[in-house]
């Protein structure tokens, strides 16, 4: 009989790491990166759980010692704040306001910055550098002359610029339309002027070429505009707060009212604290991807 040896096995060797790029990052930089965005992260939100927990406890709890956890939830903050200040009146003046600066600030500030891109005229160096000084200034040196400039003209004419909506809408212009014009005159020089020329051929006027062609080309520019515009006058308090009166109050005066000569109603404010920010939240989130576009456009030419 004849015995066969049984074949021999090979070796047991362990896979080989697959090596690393020589311009990989350290492991010691990706733990410390990831301690560091997990620290920040937990400072980022540790004040949105602070707002969101107060604002569902009693006013007792939240007048007394500070607890982690809530003892007990309640809503009833959340059904009071319309009733104890006029939160919805707030409301719509923020909205009203908020709206028409940012439609009069995109709107101008669009025709502004298309003449300044795209033709050369007298004084248009002159225009540019006016149009960015006015952001170097602080806001609370237009105060006082915005105030006697409105109350002049009222007693002048009879138009109440002081203490109504239109007068804070021209308000939030002197400093959101300045910003909105230099933007995009840096959104328009990225965009092709073939864009224009192929649409003077085809018949269009200039105005038309701007609607039809260059807008359509610019909309992440815009929204950015826009975005910074309605955010701009819906957190603003300063102006606010001087230039409106009991019944066109907007919201970021209007939180004040929670606080009274007896009592601070911590959980209503930060009830209505969320509240308010939910439409700019909602309307970040939505226009995101248009906003990242728009501020970074123009930065590599």
């Known amino acids: 009989m004849s015995s066969t040896l049984p074949a021999e096995r090979p070796p047991l060797t362990r896979p080989k790491a697959p090596a690393r790029s020589p311009m990989a990052a350290p492991r010691s930089f990706l733990w410390t990166r990831r301690v560091f965005l997990t620290l920040l992260t937990g400072f980022v939100l540790l004040p949105v759980y602070v707002m ?31 009733s104890t200040v006029p939160l919805a009146d707030y409301f719509v003046n923020s909205l009203i306001v908020a709206g028409a600066a940012t439609v009069c600030s995109v709107v101008i500030a669009v025709f ?11 004084g248009k160096r002159v225009f540019s550098v006016t149009v960015l000084s ?10 006082l002359p915005l105030f006697l400039i409105y109350v002049n003209i009222g007693n002048a004419t009879g138009i109440a610029l002081f203490g109504s909506r239109g007068g804070l809408i021209l308000t939030y212009l002197t400093f959101s339309l300045p910003f909105s014009i230099w933007m995009l005159i840096g959104y328009f020089d990225s965009v092709p002027r073939d864009l224009d020329e192929a649409a003077m051929v085809d018949g269009c006027g200039p105005l038309r070429a701007l609607i039809s062609v260059v807008v359509p080309a610019a909309v992440p520019g815009i929204v950015a505009v826009a975005v910074y515009a309605f955010m701009t ?16 109050r907007t919201l970021a005066v209007g939180l004040q009212g929670y606080s009274t000569q007896n009592d601070v109603y911590w959980n209503q404010i930060m009830a209505a604290s969320l509240v308010v920010s939910v439409p700019v939240v909602a309307g970040f989130l939505l226009l995101q991807r248009y906003l990242v576009a728009g501020l970074t456009a123009g930065a590599v030419k």
């Open 52 to 82: 969101v927990s107060s604002s569902l406890k009693p006013l007792q709890d939240v007048s007394g010692e500070f607890r982690w956890l809530p003892s007990g939830l309640t809503i009833r903050p959340y059904i009071d704040i319309w």
């Open 112 to 122: 502004a910055a298309y003449a300044v891109s795209r033709y050369d005229f007298r």
């Open 134 to 143: 006015t952001q170097m200034f602080p806001g609370i040196l237009f105060l």
């Open 233 to 248: 006058a819906w957190g603003e308090v300063l102006f606010a707060s001087v230039m409106t009166n009991e019944t066109t």
